[in-house]
């Protein structure tokens, strides 16, 4: 069993920055999959970026080159730099973990409770 904590989520200016973290209890954090999904109002979730445990990384063409997923096993803790940001980008922002390597169809099992990101024009 995971469990998942997200923080960092707030109101920032289009073009502005931010990290969000997860923080993930478990013996076992290095060997899952982690990742980032979003959702907007109105919309269905979004997949954003994964990394697995060897640390390769995955991410959505819409934030390729502004955001980077990185994950720190001795902390249990899973990051998503956020630059760039752009008002499309306003979204709650949830952690996700799986066992399973990660794959374009891969089935999230462990979820955070979101953090919510809005970026103002």
């Known amino acids: 069993q995971v469990q998942l904590v997200e923080s960092g989520g707030r109101l920032v200016q289009a073009g502005g920055s931010l990290r969000l973290s997860c923080a993930a209890s478990g013996r076992t954090f290095t060997s899952y999959t982690m990742g980032w999904v979003r959702q907007a109002p109105g919309k269905e979730r979004e997949f954003v970026a994964a990394?697995?445990?060897?640390?390769?990384?995955y991410y959505a063409d819409s934030v390729k080159g502004r955001f980077t997923i990185s994950r720190d096993n001795a902390k249990n803790t899973v990051y998503l730099q956020m630059n760039s940001l752009k008002p499309e980008d306003t979204a709650v922002y949830y952690c996700a973990a799986d066992r399973t390597p990660y794959s374009s169809n891969i089935h999230w099992t462990f979820w955070g409770q979101g953090t919510q990101v809005t970026v103002s024009s």
């Open positions: 990394i697995t445990w060897i640390s390769n990384k």
